[in-house]
């Protein structure tokens, strides 16, 4: 059974916001750091925003800091990434993580992995 289930991926154009949901079982609790990660064609799997499990707020990767937020639902076991202003380089498949403890942007330190879903920016 896989642990994390994304949702809300699709085709949306330029400078439209989407929100990405994971969701995950209980075997995953509150001290668990939860990551979003991105991998577009040819290119390497890259951190895009996370949450620790401790505390409330997030880190954002450059490419989409000021421009997305990050939250998580505790009694529903989800999260939440929101980007907007989107752009033709945030076309990627989009995957959300768990570890224990802390973030870190290395995505092979992350041990439960959702299957991804396809987000495609183009007009």
């Known amino acids: 059974q896989v642990p994390l289930v994304e949702s809300g991926g699709g085709l949306v154009q330029p400078g439209e916001s989407l929100t990405l949901s994971c969701s995950f079982s209980g075997s995953i609790s509150d001290d668990y750091a939860i990551g979003w990660f991105r991998q577009a064609p040819g290119k390497a799997r890259e951190e895009v925003s996370c949450?620790?499990?401790?505390?409330?707020?997030?880190s954002y990767a450059s490419s989409v800091q000021g421009r997305s937020i990050m939250t998580r639902d505790r009694a529903r076991n989800t999260v939440f990434l929101i980007i907007n202003n989107l752009e033709p380089e945030d076309t990627a498949v989009y995957y959300c993580?768990?570890?224990?403890?802390?973030?870190?942007?290395?995505?092979?330190?992350?041990?439960?992995w959702g299957q991804g879903t396809q987000v495609t920016v183009s007009s």
């Open positions: 949450l620790n499990g401790h505390f409330n707020a997030a």
């Open positions: 993580a768990a570890k224990q403890d802390l973030c870190v942007r290395d995505a092979a330190a992350y041990a439960y």
